[in-house]
């Protein structure tokens, strides 16, 4: 039985919008940033990432964005062609806004930190006036990343979008993807984060993320209450990660579902939320229940925090398919369930 039902017969499965960046990771493990020497350059951003994912898994993905007017605007654009993500909606800034950076730290396969830059950040030049409803109405699903709400005219934008969804009966995906950097204050956060939520079909974000959420909701931070108030808004599932101890989608038929993480011997802990994403919505798209929907995210999110690169790594089908019976035959067939 299906998890949940999109619309039939779409252009796109899903429409992101969101940040689009570059990510630096060291070639220098287990060493500070500091010290590193030598990176290799990857086509980042927590959006982006999804969109290279679903794209590899045989999904078509649409995106709106804005990019920097320079070599790295045309680096990040020809990455996804060739991905084969539409990158009709993603137009360069003209008023000097550069692509956010991001330098990860690879201390040890536990300990990773991540320095980004992000001062005048063109994927927050995205404004009201790019969003067209014409487009929106192609997908199958609109998904906004909440990094898109941390300043205007952005926000505005990624709001304007889920109105628009919302009009045409077009599925609302919120990934959460909390970023310390461009906001002022948690009360903000909480005043968009929730914004955002309450008009989401899909809610996906980490215990920390739906804490900061839920600030002004008078929740007392359980996952269970998370996911009875949105369903009391507009979701229909709701799914709370907790890194290495899994993670649980509460559906509102009253149900939930557990999975663990597959064993796996970690290079860095992060770029695991991304695969997951991308592949527990693969499932979904596809019709699976959310069991294997969660088994095939959280067998994507391992092969993530095992590889370099979170886009240039991300998986195709037979390979998390692969990936999920190896693990099975040497640890057993419910390895990875709660």
């Not at 970690?266 to 770029?271: I, N, P, T, V």
Request: aromatic share 12%.
């Amino acid at each position: 039985m299906s998890a949940f039902d999109f619309p039939k017969n779409k252009k796109y499965d899903v429409i992101l919008l969101g940040r689009v960046a570059v990510d630096f990771n060291p070639v220098d493990y287990n060493c500070p940033l500091n010290e590193s020497t030598t990176f290799k350059r990857y086509l980042g951003g927590s959006p982006a990432n999804i969109a290279v994912g679903l794209s590899r898994f045989g999904r078509k993905a649409g995106f709106f964005a804005k990019v920097s007017d320079d070599q790295f605007g045309t680096f990040v654009t020809d990455f996804f062609k060739n991905e084969g993500v539409d990158c009709s909606r993603i137009t360069k800034c003209k008023n000097g806004e550069k692509i956010g950076l991001t330098f990860t730290e690879i201390k040890s396969p536990t300990e990773s930190s991540i320095v980004m830059y992000r001062n005048v950040a063109a994927d927050l030049a995205l404004s009201p006036g790019d969003i067209d409803e014409q487009y929106i109405t192609e997908g199958a699903s609109l998904l906004i990343s909440g990094t898109a709400l941390a300043e205007s005219p952005s926000r505005e934008a990624a709001l304007k979008a889920m109105r628009l969804a919302e009009k045409n009966g077009v599925p609302v995906i919120f990934v959460i993807d909390y970023r310390a950097y461009n906001w002022k204050s948690q009360d903000e956060i909480a005043v968009y984060y929730s914004l955002a939520a309450e008009h989401a079909d899909i809610i996906i974000g980490s215990r920390e993320e739906y804490d900061l959420t839920e600030r002004f909701c008078g929740l007392d931070g359980s996952d269970r209450s998370s996911a009875a108030y949105w369903f009391s808004k507009k979701a229909k599932i709701c799914i709370v990660t907790h890194g290495k101890e899994g993670s649980t989608a509460y559906t509102d038929d009253g149900r939930d579902y557990s999975i663990k993480p597959f064993p796996v011997k970690l290079l860095k802990s992060f770029g695991g939320g991304d695969g997951y994403t991308s592949a527990f919505l693969f499932g979904l798209l596809s019709g699976w229940d959310v069991d294997r929907c969660l088994e095939f995210g959280s067998a994507s999110a391992a092969m993530l925090v095992a590889s370099h690169a979170c886009s240039q790594d991300m998986p195709n089908v037979k390979q998390v398919e692969d990936f999920i019976r190896a693990e099975k035959e040497e640890y057993g067939e419910m390895v990875a369930r709660a």
